[in-house]
């Protein structure tokens, strides 16, 4: 089955509005990461974030590990929050694994 | 503190030759991994190493092969070049094995085959 899902796929909104992304996995999990590609295809990292609430500036994260879900908030989106949010993880015993990804999100803010 | 760095930037090479990619992790980390990331895809895990040992290896052929040296830096060679090999290959370090810590990633090395 699907280990890693994200959703929305695509999402287009204005500048200033606010979104939510989601991350559901299949598993319990040791590490679970939010990561956000730029253009040049940099992974930039947001959040680790295998259980609870986390924010940085505009950013929060909350993972739900009882409930195998993670969602992303941006807030007051700006257009250099465009690009593609990747939620990743590790299932739980997974020492040796390496990260799983979703599909991603694409993010377009349109000015 | 210096970051994950990875060359080269760009590569082009034919089908059935060999390459190798370079990474150097970031200060202070002993564990690097490689992921390979098609157009349109979530990046997808290759290996990792862990104090020069292979721990850990995704679905990937033995072509794929790779070396962590003393200073933790690490190689990815790739034999017998295929069309469907074309990707972004991405280096991440940890402190310690990827299971249980934050990895980070360089910038990638963005292979061409043609």
């Known amino acids: 089955g699907i280990q890693v899902e994200q959703s929305p796929p695509d999402l287009i909104l204005q500048e200033g509005a606010n979104s939510t992304l989601r991350c559901n996995f299949s598993d319990s999990v040791n590490n679970l990461q939010w990561f956000h590609q730029n253009p040049w295809g940099q992974l930039i990292n947001l959040f680790y974030i295998p259980s609870g609430t986390k924010q940085n500036g505009r950013l929060s994260a909350t993972t739900v590990a009882t409930e195998r879900y993670s969602l992303l908030y941006i807030s007051s989106s700006q257009t250099t929050d465009s690009g593609v949010y990747f939620c990743a993880r590790i299932r739980s015993g997974g020492g040796a694994d390496g990260l799983t990804f979703g599909k991603g999100t694409h993010l377009i803010i349109q000015p | 503190e210096t970051g994950v760095t990875q060359s080269p930037t760009h590569l082009i090479k034919t089908r059935g030759q060999q390459v190798t990619l370079r990474c150097s992790s970031q200060?202070?980390?002993?564990?690097v991994s490689w992921y390979q990331q098609a157009l349109g895809q979530g990046p997808q895990f290759i290996f990792q190493?862990?104090?020069?040992?292979?721990?850990g290896r995704g679905n990937f052929p033995p072509r794929f092969s790779g070396l962590q040296f003393p200073n933790y830096s690490s190689e990815l060679n790739v034999n017998a070049l295929e069309l469907d090999d074309s990707a972004l290959y991405l280096c991440?370090?940890?402190?310690?094995?990827?299971?249980?810590?934050?990895?980070?990633f360089g910038p990638g090395t963005r292979l061409t085959v043609l």
């Open positions: 200060s202070g980390h002993n564990t």
């Open positions: 991440a370090s940890s402190l310690g094995l990827v299971g249980y810590n934050e990895q980070f």
């Open positions: 190493y862990y104090r020069e040992e292979e721990n």
